[in-house]
């Protein structure tokens, strides 16, 4: 399966962050918004507060499907896998369902093959749309999982970003002896506030939200593959089997056969 | 299909920002309330972390919904629709279900014609209802899809014009020498603020609504038409079908047929 | 069908806005809470925000519907309604389901006339029931169209409040000669604010919630009715009619037989 | 029914009030807390607002609910009413359905009676489901309205907290003659946000949250009601009857048979 | 059944608090951050209005449950689990499923031993289905009560260390005599903001969602026992057992056999 780089990905971080990096030199450099202790607060603070929310695995698990923001699989096209499953459709038919187990061998995709499997063993068209529906939550669940965890991270950055400036106002208010020093003091002391309003809306929250609307596609289209199986499970007409697996496609993707342009 | 402008959304956009204009006009100017640097911050920001959010394609894709806040489709009136259907059941009743399909041609719209197709190939009216609905749930997905990249659009502005806020605070308290540049300074901090409230509240989150409240009233249409065709494939009695019909549209609607006016 | 006032909506306004009149007054009197830019900018802003976001026939029929915020319509008792209901039950079973024919004029309210016609014109049970849920759900999304508008405006109001203050305070900021014209200055930037908090918090969201009452109500009592008709139809005996209904009555009313009092 | 107090209701009030009264107490006395006009304000001004959002029966009916967060009925034990709902399978199975009905009079609780009258009376289980489950759904939405009820006071008393905080600051502001009288003024502008936030948070959102932990505790039980009713309706096994109530009791109080000890 | 410390929560914990401690360290010290009736405000009114919001047995109860945040229990594997079942199954086709009773003795899981029990009592598939599942639901709806308690906490805290925050400045606003003591004495008001802050954010809303996540999980592994336990009743193929019973394990699972690594 091979993937190529999510461009929308990259244009948004490289957009938000030119421009934050444009509007921050313009009033005196960039250095002065750097500030390490503080990124250890809100960074650290908030992936303390995600693994006590989360168990570690999925936290680790959670990285993992980090890639799914930035890189994008290059799935088969559903108009393909509907043409496969006609031509599937056809066979059996024809030939009757075993006949198909011959074509397993050259499927790639593993959901695909497993339903093509139960079919082949001779289980019930119920039972195959139950396994399959509930591997599909299966894996939706995984995927939300990530997605969830870098909604929390979103919750905790701007949480913690509060955190650490009240740390800082509760210091300078305790020894405001100069007042020409409290300028520079709250200026240090909202840059955690910055720093969590920028972690949880231009990284976290995207990220996550990329990632919901991944994870959605993916079982968008899985459902459609259950459809087929099902249906040629059923031994159903091909054609009402393209209706079924055509009304989960979009109506452009119907036309152009292609996705994720 | 005929379209014409949507005047409710065009006399909000004058009215509020007609308002606003004339409140910045009695205190000092227009000219006081426009900064470059900061558009360009919440603007630009706002897109860049919509484009990590969202697949490239939809963000497309809801620019090409955002003509539905603008326009409204002279779709055929749900009565029309009615009658039509009514006229159709009675034919299929004297002539039988194929007799239809001379009417095929001269249907305009693409998802009726759709179900008469399915009626007409002798698919079971279950079948037709599973593959309609799916066809409007795919529809009602896509439309969504616009509606939520603006909500989307509509919680980041706000966060921007924040993080807008809190750089120009941390510049001014860094550099405070002269105690009289500090209001001047504070006031282009807070327009950051401004524009994002004024994005978010008058532009973004306004048309999100009007986008989710026209998928919805376009999703009840089709959903009439589903239960029209599967009556008709069910050869169930004109009247039934009037009345099963008529259930969808409310009630000023019936004794008018007439709709968006 | 009687109305009279809702005098809880009465009273509520009374006693919120009299309370607050009465704590302005202690504090140098009402004149300087009231600026007319305020206002048009609080309003104006809102009603705008509003036209965009919903059409303007659902914007002009939630005024209509917000009749329903002050008045009290005098429905039928749902006891009288049960009642009427056992003894068309009892005829219907005596002289058959025909002769509720004669009966029909006399009924007053649309909904159960519908009902009782279709009974009569022989549809079954089970369609009777999907037609009179299918409008009882249309009829809820027209009521809760009302109530998520004022929903709508009570969340937008703050916004412009916010959006007010803003263009206050950077005007402010921007000419600051005068040290002793900040006060006034920064009282008149936040009476905008003060509107949107009150308009928000004291008419826009109690009204939508009476509104969302209202409708919940009056479905629950349209339900009972589906429930009277479909067991007239399915020729059940009076007594379990008599239960199925009774149980969408609250506990006292079953009691005194009063409701809204 | 015996009630007695609910101690956690009790013991919960007095900590958090005692707590802040010390806190008070060590900063300058209570007395700088209290403000009749601020009091008025915040709390009549809420009252308003739900008195306008509520139907005056709902909100006196919520007084009434009241009750229950200061008190605990000692409801019969679940696992007394399973022992009593196998004798009587173990009776109805001997003996016939109908020689329940001399055991009807000793029944105290109105729920459980009703259910053994319908099944007496000879109706059908799926009907005797039917009309209960409605009443449970009936009762409950009586209970959470209540509940509801003061979440809706919990959400404006922090408005109108804030709406009389804008009260003050726009007076003080206004008439800034003074700079020695800005504290003192500014203290009294803030007391209705002390108010709103110690209202909403220590009164009325945690009586809502015991008001619906209460009512889903009732449901519940009242659902293993039903479906011993129908069990015996059914005439089924009493060992089945009795693993089904079981399954609504949790661990702990099938083993002691006590609950909220 | 065997349990380990959950490292992911004490990590998480050493990490944020280590790193709140250091930056506090910083700027003078920790000793300012540190005031008892700052401490008893929030943390007493916290849990006075947790007891109000919950019956006592409830927050009692979530204590006990508060152990599953810090530790694992060492639950059977799922693989394992299959295994026994697929064994469980090929002895039941064989040898009648009474034969399992001898079995039943060395099962120490009280979930499936139950599960067991009903199937070899005769209890019919659909019976035990719907035992079991209400079982699941009133352990969940406990767990859930866990988390839900800790949830609660995590909104009163903030809320009552704004509280705390508001007594401090009206007590600093009556009393300005010296400027200079207004520094000092904003710093405590705001130390109960701190407070707040920290214990919600990463205190109560971290751990009640790790409480949520092993909930999920706890009841997904039963959900995947109680497929098992309706398949072994039915005599289902075991590989049809097999296919069901996998579809609720991820992926990773399936292959390695591990969880919670």
Known sequence: MKTRFDLATIIGFLSAFGLIAIAMGFGGGIGIFFDLPSILIVLGGTVGATMINYPSKDVIASFSTLKHAFF???????????????????????????????DLRTVSDLFIKKGLQLTVDGFEPHSIRNIMNSEISSIRERHQGGSEIFTAMGTYAPALGMIGTLIGLVQMLKSMNNPESIGPAMAVALITTFYGAVLSNLVFLPVAGKLRTKSKEEA????????????????????????????????????FGKKNK
């Open 72 to 102: 994008i699989k290059k799935d088969t096209e559903p108009r393909v896998v509907i043409t496969n499953f006609i031509a599937l459709s056809v066979k059996a038919r024809r030939e009757g369902i075993l006949s198909i187990d011959s």
């Open 220 to 255: 968008r289209t899985k459902e459609m593959i259950v459809e087929g199986v099902v249906s040629l499970a059923n031994g159903e007409n091909p054609r009402i089997m393209e209706q079924k697996m055509l009304s989960f496609v979009s109506g452009k993707d119907r036309t």
